[in-house]
């Protein structure tokens, strides 16, 4: 398995840890639910980033989807929890559907295919896990 597949996968840990934490006692008056839509529009905010990888002519198209989606990833920090959660997944499965769409446009090398079924499975996965968070908070 290469490095990036690695890092792909070991970044589902703090989703873990912090949904853990969500469901613990919270030191300190930290709100428990909020490392979990911390760390979640982060990584929105960093997937939609990587659209800006290097090309030989940056395509204004994806530099608006990555902003957009990027703004929206900061707007859930300011949305109560449910409407958070909602608003990161909506935006994790768009992202996945336009880097599909953009990927069938041109022939893929063997290692983009792996790269998109990485992301399948990656996105499946946080997808899950903010159901999982919405089912556990809602009776806190």
Not at 19 to 28: D, G, K, M, N
Not at 64 to 84: G, K, W
Request: one cysteine or more; hydrophobic letters at 55%.
């Amino acid at each position: 398995m290469k490095i990036w597949q690695w890092l792909g996968y070991l970044g589902l840990l703090p989703f873990i840890a912090t949904l853990v934490f969500s469901i613990q006692a919270a030191p300190l008056n930290i709100d428990k639910n909020m490392p979990f839509i911390a760390y979640s529009a982060i990584i929105l905010s960093f997937m939609a980033g990587t659209l800006w990888r290097a090309e030989t002519e940056l395509n204004k198209q994806k530099l608006i989807v990555s902003n957009t989606v990027s703004l929206l990833a900061f707007s859930a920090l300011l949305l109560p929890e449910y409407m958070a959660l909602a608003v990161l997944s909506a935006n994790y499965w768009l992202l996945y559907f336009y880097e599909v769409k953009k990927s069938c446009a041109t022939k893929l090398s063997e290692t983009h295919k792996k790269y998109l079924n990485m992301r399948f499975r990656l996105t499946i996965t946080v997808l899950l896990f903010h159901i999982l968070a919405s089912v556990l908070w809602i009776n806190t």
